[in-house]
């Protein structure tokens, strides 16, 4: 079961993440990077799926620069947006940082991120030293193809996404040729997540399976 640790950026802050460690020989580390929600509790449930599968998974509390153990409903969409846009992407990569370096301890290191944080994700594999990221439905990709992904790159998309229309995965997709772009039929945003109303068992599982099997691809 994920618990807390604390984890010390460069600049110095201190933040708690959560921890899942695998029960035999890790098959590398993972970054879980968390939704505009915080570390809640679906966001520890993933990093025991992929403890269960094999990962050490830390997921860093990036919400502790603005307050201790701060989460929000899933029916607060609004107010995670706001917390969201009071974060300072300088001390979120630094903080996330300090989530992969924790992570080395397993190997190498790659990351996965939800919604917000999937787009982080993809920031990582061009910021970070990830040997590969994993992208779930993440809004904004389209605005940073100027970022040049260091690692192999693979996206999961739902093609019933109110928030990420398919011209912006398109975008995505001719800006990253060699990503490899995952859109699941008949789903929206959040379809990994069964605590939102948009949550698609079978595509949760498909895209674990690929994920997992990706991860352990580049990581090995």
Known sequence: MAHDIELTAADGHRLSAAIAPPAGTPAGGLLVIQEI???NSHIRDVCDQFAEAGFLAVAPAVFDRLGDDVTVDYSEIDRGRKLIGRLDPRQTILDLAA???????AGKVGVVGFCWGGAQAYRCAAELPVAA?????GGGIHNMTDLSPACPVMLHYGDRDAHIPMEQVEQV????PEAVVHVYQGVGHGFNCDQRDDYDPEAA???F???TDF????LA
């Open 99 to 105: 989530g992969v370096e924790h992570a080395t301890r």
């Open 215 to 218: 991860l352990k691809r580049h």
């Open 173 to 176: 997709r001719r800006a990253n």
């Open 205 to 207: 599982c498909l895209a």
């Open 37 to 39: 929600f915080g570390v």
């Open 209 to 211: 399976s690929r994920t």
């Open 133 to 137: 990221a994993v992208g779930y439905y």
